[in-house]
């Protein structure tokens, strides 16, 4: 009994594992793609209207690093859509009628439209037309964004659950699509993670300008793509701030428990510490080693200094997330997000100066920021998805009674394969892209379009 | 309205739309070996390249489409075939990041050849196994799958994976036939004719060693009205596999893929016979397994109006790209 107890935790936690490391491992290409694809549409729009010739370089420069990154995408996005199946089965089937029509209108509008447009962004220039072709980039950028609408809408129903009830088999079947669509906590979250994908761009963009920059600090593309991502860097740092501290507001509302983690407020209490460092204790229901600042966490989330602020001790001890990692997970993303937006003012500072293309201290800055954008968005997706447990559907099903019967040994042979094969041909795609990077974007090579059209393939045709 | 049955035919659509396009890419995969010449495989995934990802999407309105519509038919069906399911993803990731790894490596791209093959190998030899394992039947228990790791392994299965990647192949070998001239079409009608020969006989086989061995097949087709079908599939395939064949002697060069997908349909019949209306074979019927007919309706609506859309502009895509692929198209690096 006891052992199967064991057995059947570990599969458990190993099934946890294998979602949180495939999942972890597709947010990174999206949270990339959707920026790109939005930064290249502008690119070539901004060609097409000025026929300003560095426009189109960095848009030849950047597409080919989106290709190896769409790719990527698509191939880790298949696997997600399997996971629920595989490891997640009495999941799967309970709130299969909500969340798997959101993602069946998720196929249906996103990924049909980005991959059917994607072939004519990538080699149709010179079948269709430029214009014809910004229309296919455009509806690449389109696609990704409306699927970030349709999965943050079924995380978010998962977070703060609307408009359902459940029926005999123990199924959750919707009253009311718009409520279930928009539940209480998706504005918040679409905004929050749209605006994360943009910055996490800007600022690869930014990194890959400020390096060339450091080589050459005349180079025009260099230049360009680098003045791009630090107004983005100046304008979305703050604004992504500012929603963020909406969402957490809209969190405390909702899932209490999970604003406590990350404060890491064990007791109930008025004028609240902000505690800036500690190591929360579980066991003890205490934060060690803190170092905090007494009443700004009832400022911040309640805005008044002596406000009561909710902790841990209001819920039952099976209740409560895993605190440690919760905390500590939310202070590398506020961090990361406090360093953008310095980036963001400093560069802004020298802009004024005139020392934006000069500042050798803000290129390497702005170098060494260039994957952190990544961090910040997965330690975001620790904070809510760590947050939310013991539940996978805040207070409705627990994680431990949503796993397929399947044993520890499959799932940690195949959490093992996943490991191995994702290190492997992600950590080669990631070397090619950054070899493309280290590219220098004045040599981009242009394909002289009308040279080459239908005219070429005629005569290649006639030849044969 | 009996929207199950409706959905229940629009997966099916969506199924064989997935299996018409993926299986000529993944098909090009399998025939990698049979072209060792470095341009002529260039020119192959050229064929493919700008077209693959929208074809690899019908599989995830596969898997979406299930959980959406037929959830217990989806938590059912992923546990008993966890490991073919496993084998077949990390197979796609293989093959589908080669398509750009093998034109941005400098010195690896024979390693991305391989495992262009073997991921698409693996991808089509998969699902072969998941179909077969289907038609064995698949153990049941409240609502939850309650075999064991290895019912999806069987000599019966391991026949079906062959059988897939043989039929990939042929898919692949047509398309080839379509797309490119020279020496590497010719190459294709070789194999294609040989491939054609193969997958009629597998079909056969299949039909013949399902109908023998597998009660529950079995007695479909024995009894009226399925029987007619008995003589009437034969004949159909007979038919088909000969305009097949004829299109390869006499050289035409849409054709073969057209009469090819014809092979495919029939058989794709077939396996639909045997198992209506059961989803999970022979234990949960596709009402059984049906979500809630408000789930189902609300996405009925938008699969109404966005799959013709799909169909239109995916048919675009291919209109682009359409005629042969010459050797310098495609990436440029």
Not at chain 1, 6 to 20: E, T
Not at chain 2, 6 to 15: E, F, K, R
Not at chain 2, 156 to 172: E, K, Q, R
Not at chain 2, 211 to 222: E, I, M
Request: proline fraction near 4%; include cysteine.
């Amino acid at each position: 009994m006891l052992e199967s107890w064991f057995s059947q935790a570990d599969a458990v936690l190993l099934a946890r594992f294998q979602f949180a490391f495939t999942v972890a491992f597709h947010i990174i290409f999206p949270a990339f793609t959707i920026g790109l694809a939005s930064f290249l549409a502008v690119l070539e729009g901004l060609y097409l209207k000025t026929r300003n010739p560095v426009y189109q370089k960095l848009f030849r420069y950047w597409v080919k690093i989106f290709a190896v990154a769409f790719g990527m995408g698509v191939v880790s996005g298949i696997v997600m859509s399997y996971q629920f199946g595989t490891n997640w089965a009495v999941f799967s089937d309970k709130a299969g009628p909500v969340i798997g029509p959101l993602m069946g209108y998720e196929v249906l509008t996103a990924f049909f439209l980005e991959a059917g447009f994607l072939g004519v962004m990538l080699f149709g220039m010179n079948k269709v037309g430029e214009r014809l072709h910004f229309f296919a980039t455009l509806m690449v950028a389109v696609g990704t964004a409306i699927s970030a609408f349709w999965i943050l809408s079924v995380n978010s129903w998962m977070q703060t659950p609307a408009g359902f009830a459940m029926n005999e088999q123990g199924q959750f079947i919707v009253t009311s699509w718009f409520e279930a669509i928009f539940n209480p906590s998706f504005p918040y979250r679409l905004a929050h993670m749209l605006l994360a994908a943009y910055l996490t761009t800007a600022f690869v963009v930014g990194a890959v300008g400020a390096w060339h920059l450091l080589k050459d600090s005349t180079s025009a593309s260099a230049r360009k793509m680098f003045s791009m991502a630090m107004w983005m860097a100046l304008i979305v740092a703050p604004l992504q701030v500012f929603v963020g501290d909406l969402h957490g507001l809209n969190t405390q509302e909702h899932q209490p428990a999970k604003v406590a983690a990350m404060e890491g407020h064990f007791e109930t209490q008025s004028n609240a510490p902000l505690y800036l460092f500690g190591l929360p204790n579980q066991t003890t229901a205490e934060v060690d080693y803190a170092v905090k600042i007494p009443g700004l966490a009832s400022l911040i989330l309640q805005h008044d200094i002596n406000a009561e602020v909710t902790g841990l001790d209001q819920f039952p001890r099976d209740e409560w997330p895993p605190v440690a990692i919760v905390f500590w997970a939310f202070r590398i993303m506020v961090g990361i997000g406090v360093l953008m937006m310095l980036i963001g003012l400093w560069s802004g500072f020298q802009r004024l100066r005139g020392g934006l293309y000069q500042s050798k201290m803000l290129h390497r800055s702005a170098v060494l920021m260039g994957p952190l954008g990544f961090v910040a968005v997965i330690a975001g997706w620790v904070v809510t998805e760590v947050g939310r447990q013991p539940w996978v559907i805040q207070g409705l099903l627990r994680t431990s009674e949503a796993v397929s019967p399947v044993d520890a040994v499959g799932v940690g042979a195949s959490l093992l394969a996943f490991i191995i094969v994702y290190f492997l041909v992600f950590g080669a795609g990631t070397v090619y892209i950054l070899r493309k990077m280290a590219g220098d974007p004045e040599h981009t090579h242009i394909p002289d379009y009308a040279r080459i059209p239908m005219a070429a393939e005629r005569l290649y045709h006639e030849e044969k | 309205m009996d929207y199950a049955l409706i959905w229940a035919a629009l997966i099916s659509i969506a199924v064989f739309a997935y299996v018409a396009l993926d299986g000529f890419d993944l098909g090009i995969g399998l025939l990698f070996p049979w072209f060792t010449n470095e341009q002529h495989r260039d020119r192959m995934v050229n064929t493919v390249a700008p077209v693959w990802d929208g074809n690899e999407t019908w599989l995830v309105l596969g898997g979406g489409g299930l959980l959406a519509v037929f959830p217990l038919a989806y938590s059912v069906l992923l546990p008993a075939l966890y490991m073919p399911v496993i084998a077949m993803l990390l197979g796609l990731i293989f093959r589908g990041v080669a398509f750009e790894f093998r034109f941005k490596s400098r010195n690896n791209k024979h390693w991305w050849d391989r495992s262009f093959m073997l991921g698409s190998a693996v991808a089509a030899f998969s699902q072969g196994v998941m179909l077969g394992a289907m038609l064995q039947g698949i153990d049941v228990t409240d609502r939850a799958y309650s075999g064991g790791w290895f019912d999806w392994l069987s000599p019966f299965t391991i026949f079906a994976g062959i059988a897939v990647c043989i039929g990939y192949m042929l898919l692949g070998a047509t398309w080839l036939i379509m797309k490119t001239d020279g020496q590497l079409q010719g190459r294709s009608f070789s194999l294609a004719r040989n491939l054609s020969l193969l997958m009629i006989l597998a079909i056969a086989a299949a039909s013949i060693y399902l109908v023998s061995t597998y009660g529950q097949v079995a007695d479909r087709w024995l009894t009226w009205p399925t029987s007619a079908g008995l003589w009437l599939l034969p004949f159909a395939l007979a038919i088909v596999g000969g305009g097949l064949l004829t299109a390869l002697n006499k050289k035409r060069e849409g054709a073969p893929y057209l009469w090819a997908l014809g092979v495919f349909l029939i058989a794709f019949i077939g396996f639909a016979v045997s198992i209506f209306p059961y989803l999970i074979p022979f234990e949960i019927t596709l009402w059984e397994a049906a979500g809630p007919d408000n789930s189902l309706s609300f996405l009925l609506v938008g699969a109404v109006i966005l799959i013709p859309i799909i169909f239109a502009y995916t048919g675009y895509t291919y209109w682009v790209f359409r005629g042969k692929t010459s050797e310098d198209s495609g990436y440029h690096e």
